[in-house]
Nanobody
Framework: QVQLVESGGGLVQAGGSLRLSCAAS????????MAWFRQAPGKEREFVAA????????YNVDSVKGRFTISRDNAKNTMYLQMNSLKPEDTAVYYC??????????????WGQGTQVTVSS
């Protein structure tokens, strides 16, 4: 019952930066954790980062630690992914997702349609 729309993708050179946004609307629950996933051509979708409802707990996979920062602004119903020091292997369609409740661990029931990130070498 939540609609998610990603934006901010594009084409950048290796070492550059992008900030992705995910706007949520139509939610029927009072709290929800959110996460970013990505899917590269020919590969399965993989988890990237997650953030709890209050924003206190975050988690990034090892491949993006130190480079990506996940955040959210609940007053604006928006989640962000700041991506720095981008690498060609970061090229993928990036999806935002949400789940009911405070915690980041669990299945994600709501998904956006994705935004393309392409990093050239």
């Amino acid at each position: 019952q939540v609609q998610l729309v990603e934006s901010g993708g594009g084409l950048v050179q290796a070492g550059g930066s992008l900030r992705l946004s995910c706007a949520a609307s139509g939610r029927t629950f009072s709290s929800y954790a959110m996460a970013w996933f990505r899917q590269a051509p020919g590969k399965e979708r993989e988890f990237v980062a997650a953030i709890s409802w209050r924003g206190v707990s975050t988690y990034n996979v090892d491949s993006v630690k130190g480079r990506f920062t996940i955040s959210r602004d609940n007053a604006k119903n928006t989640m962000y992914l700041q991506m720095n020091s981008l690498k060609p292997e970061d090229t993928a369609v990036y999806y935002c997702a949400a789940r009911s409740g405070d915690y980041i661990v669990g299945s994600y029931s709501y998904w956006g349609q994705g935004t393309q990130v392409t990093v050239s070498s």
